[in-house]
């Protein structure tokens, strides 16, 4: 009997050369820069994992029930306790000595503001787990409130610009810094926009035994109102400004950066996504807050020394480029 | 196995169920544009296609790529002005992919490795005879391509051997004759009847060719040069630079000269202009009334000569003096002893047509002791009759068949196009296209594609990559016969090839699949129909565009989703 279409395109699917962790069919919005930070870590994790998720879009899309988009031991239980959840999964399986890896999931919210306090403690017991932040800078999943991690000044549903204030009034939280003063062997940012970096960071990551953290930049088209075609573009300038310098940490230090090749100007970013509109309205609050958001990009590029090498393979213009048949890097 | 509570579980991977497709307006599909290095080649090749073939270390299959739009790649490698380079992308990137010394190189491996010509197989018996007056490359061309289409074709050449002009008047040091030679046998060689020294007119008769033959293409070239005088005045023993290139080419002399003014600005001007130079010639001036190229002049306006053969001229100390033409000749009794220039522009006059106007006032002397017109040439009307036009050309539809005569075809230089041999083998391809699609009695089929610009290409995923450019001779060591441009090594034909943007087509470089948030590109084991490894599941596409935007070569286009 002859194949159909969708009996073709089925098969295909099966003999894809890597392994689906998140299917298809999940709900997240057109161009999700959270579900493709998760396709991307799940695809390298591999199978041999168990994910405790935290209460947030990820969790939310991909398990309407009775449906699952994941191909992977995965629970969620609730927002604030991720990292606990992991903890226990990893300390059953430890006793039950299986090599099976663990990974917690979460937001920004999930992270930085809720489960915090759990993730503190689960660096301090140095549970062999991998923390996984998709951070997409606020709390998307309720209506984009703003979160500890909403960049400043932008603009959230409980941060609006106005007469009083030009968006978010405080900074983003430096959560890496904090993870990074628990000590634990290896922290790091990566981005979407540059996959093949990510990967190596999770892969580098599930090596080490014991905590390790990862902040995965991750634009979200609904809140932060950009086109879902313009995901990666967001997200690559948001390293190339040097505002989500992407940094690797161990025991404390920082060890690597992807240098910048030639920083570009904080406007590019802030100027393809709707939370920043009202920077560019004619008025000197709009241009101190634009001078704001530049001095905090200058700040980061000095304190990780993003710049000042030579032209390299690996830095944030060259790490994404491709030939023929693949990437390069 | 224990139940669970319900509502606490779900099967993996059982999201398949919702088809999150019918979320989408927008619909990505894979768009094969033209790449403006094909919509440029007058010869009609795809360079980016077979730029791929090259990366990928095929070299044969490149070459294969590459012939089957033009027989003569390791000739137009070295003669070609190569507007397809003009036109690259990559060129408002950084340097333009030097396709010329790919070309060359890849024309040079088939010559030494012997590959056979591919999609030739014998025409069966009784198939139709084309007749194809003229064995340059517009007659080689239309005879190769016939072939190709199970035709047969029968070549007839005034001159003792093919190659038209190729022979006749471009310089060795441009066309060693040995690679002339070489690939000109090997192309006849695919089973091409040709006839020499058989002249139209003489010999033969149109209408004792067209009883015998099911089409006739007419490929004769611009034998004459067109009537030079100033103001009336034509030196005694003036000879054009056609005459003069010819007799160079086949004794080796030139007239001795001291100061040489040679009168046009193509190739034949400054070929001649070059080869004065260096028989002795103290100075050699060139005047043209067109411009030098650059952002002051006019694409229109540019004078027509290949760029890199304008760069040697001037290191070679060839004078060029634009927007300029002779006013005067002085003589002194019949010896000529300097010229008059006056400056000139083409401008657009009150009735709407443009002119070229002289301004008085701009008059000045350069002394000299030999003319040389090189203002062009035209058809030889011997046994074409009325088909030759006032103009002095053929005139010819877009497929090349002659107004007024379904048997008719014509094309290359006769025709009065741009003149380049890459253009005389796209007439001859078109014109074999639709002969033997008259012959078929089918409708000739070329739907063009259409061009993509830089503006779709994503340059992020590119680095800027140093051009590999081939040696030149210096000028010191030039001479009548050493070819001034050398060849690129393999490594560097691989590295120069790997630059290529492949502008409108995959370049395999898994960003589509990588980089889909909803996993609905597949990438699969074997080729889909449109030459890619990528397929898109569009049950579960949203229609985002990510994969459109992230496209490096602009292959992915996002179209309205049908109703």
Request: proline residues 7%.
């Amino acid at each position: 009997m002859d194949e159909s279409p969708r009996q073709l395109i089925a098969r295909q699917r099966e003999a894809e050369p890597r392994y689906r962790g998140l299917e298809s069919g999940h709900r997240a919005c057109q161009g999700c820069g959270e579900a493709l930070a998760a396709r991307l870590v799940t695809e390298v994790a591999g199978g041999d994992v168990v994910v405790a998720n935290a209460t947030g879009c990820l969790e939310v899309f991909t398990t309407p029930w009775p449906q699952s988009a994941w191909r992977m031991p995965w629970m969620h239980s609730l927002f604030e306790n991720a990292a606990a959840i992991a903890s226990d999964i990893e300390a059953a399986l430890r006793h039950q000595q299986r090599p099976t890896k663990v990974l917690a999931f979460g937001g920004d919210g999930g992270t930085f503001d809720i489960g915090f306090q759990a993730l503190s403690g689960m660096l301090e017991r140095e549970h062999d787990v991998l923390y996984v932040c998709y951070d997409n800078e606020a709390y998307m999943n309720t209506g984009i409130q703003r979160s500890s991690s909403t960049p400043h000044a932008a603009m959230t549903t409980t941060s609006p610009p106005g007469r009083e204030r030009m968006g978010k009034r405080h900074l983003k939280k430096d959560l890496l810094s904090i993870i990074g003063a628990h000590h634990i062997p290896y922290a790091a940012s990566a981005s979407v926009a540059y996959p093949r970096d990510l990967q190596r960071k999770v892969r580098r990551a599930l090596e080490i035994s014991g905590p390790t953290f990862l902040l995965v930049h991750s634009p979200c088209p609904l809140g932060w109102g950009h086109g879902g075609e313009r995901t990666i573009e967001v997200g690559r300038l948001a390293v190339q400004t040097g505002l989500f310098p992407l940094v690797e940490i161990e025991r404390g230090a920082v060890t690597a950066v992807m240098p910048l090749r030639v920083p570009r100007p904080v406007s590019e970013y802030l100027a393809l996504q709707g939370r920043f509109r009202h920077l560019f309205a004619d008025e000197p609050r709009a241009r101190e807050e634009l001078e704001h958001l530049q001095a905090l990009a200058d700040h980061n590029i000095a304190v990780y020394g993003l710049l000042g090498g030579a032209p390299d393979a690996l830095d944030a213009d060259g790490a994404d480029t491709v030939r023929r048949g693949g990437a390069v890097a | 196995m224990k139940q669970l509570t319900r509502g606490a579980w779900g099967e993996p991977g059982s999201s398949l169920a919702c088809h999150t497709g019918s979320w989408r307006d927008l619909r990505p599909g894979h768009e094969h544009a033209a790449a403006p290095c094909h919509a440029a080649c007058p010869a009609g090749e795809d360079p980016q296609y077979w730029l791929a073939a090259v990366q990928e270390g095929d070299h044969r299959r490149a070459w294969e790529r590459l012939v089957a739009a033009n027989p003569l790649p390791a000739i137009t490698g070295r003669v070609c002005p190569h507007p397809c380079e003009q036109r690259c992308n990559r060129g408002h990137y950084d340097t333009a992919i030097g396709i010329h010394g790919i070309e060359r190189f890849l024309g040079d491996a088939a010559l030494a490795a012997g590959w056979d010509y591919p999609g030739i197989v014998g025409p069966p018996a009784g198939a139709p005879r084309v007749a194809v007056v003229g064995a340059g490359p517009a007659g080689i061309s239309v005879a190769y391509h016939l072939l190709r289409h199970g035709l047969v074709p029968v070549v007839f050449e005034a001159a003792p051997e093919a190659g038209g002009l190729l022979r006749s008047a471009i310089p060795m040091t441009r066309l060693p004759r040995a690679v002339l030679d070489a690939e000109l046998e090997r192309v006849l060689a695919c089973g091409i009847g040709l006839h020499t020294r058989q002249a139209l007119g003489r010999d033969f008769s149109l209408d004792e060719l067209r009883a015998e033959h099911a089409a006739l293409f007419l490929a004769p070239g611009c034998a004459r040069s067109r009537p030079w005088d100033v103001q009336g005045v034509i030196p005694a023993g003036t000879r054009d630079g056609l005459d003069l290139l010819k007799s160079w080419i086949d004794v080796g002399e030139v007239p001795a000269a001291r100061r040489v003014v040679v009168h046009g600005g193509g190739n034949t001007a400054m070929d001649i202009a070059r080869v004065m130079k260096r028989h002795g010639a103290e100075e050699v001036h060139l005047v043209t009334a067109s411009g030098l190229p650059g952002p002051q002049t006019a694409p229109d306006d540019v004078l027509n000569i290949v760029p890199r053969e304008l760069e040697e001229g001037l290191e070679e100390g060839i004078v060029i003096h634009p927007h300029a033409t002779l006013s005067r000749v002085l003589l002194r009794g019949a010896r000529i002893v300097g010229v008059e220039l006056v400056a000139l522009r083409k401008l657009e006059r009150a009735d709407g047509r443009r002119a070229r106007v002289a301004f008085e006032g701009t008059e000045r002397i350069l002394q000299a002791d030999l003319v040389i017109p090189c203002i062009g040439e035209q058809v030889d009307p011997a046994g074409l009759g009325a088909l030759v036009q006032r103009s002095g050309f053929l005139r010819v539809d877009a497929r090349g068949g002659v107004a007024g005569a379904c048997d008719l075809y014509a094309g290359g230089d006769a025709c009065g196009n741009i003149g380049t041999v890459a253009a005389a083998v796209g007439d001859g391809r078109r014109a074999a296209n639709a002969i033997a699609a008259r012959l078929a009695g089918a409708e000739p089929s070329e739907r063009p594609r259409t061009e993509i610009g830089i503006e779709r290409l994503n340059l992020n995923y590119f680095e800027p990559r140093p051009a590999r450019r081939a040696a030149v001779l210096p000028v010191a060591e030039r001479d009548d016969l050493c070819e001034i441009e050398g060849s690129l090594d393999a490594a560097a034909v691989a590295d120069e090839a790997g630059r290529c943007f492949a502008c409108g087509n995959c370049l395999a470089c898994d960003n589509c699949w990588v980089l889909c948030p909803d996993a609905a590109v597949l990438k699969i084991a074997d080729t889909a129909s449109d030459g890619s490894r990528y397929v898109f599941d569009y049950d579960y596409c949203k229609g985002c565009g990510l994969c459109a935007s992230e496209c490096p070569s602009g292959f992915i286009a996002m179209r309205p989703e049908p109703e």
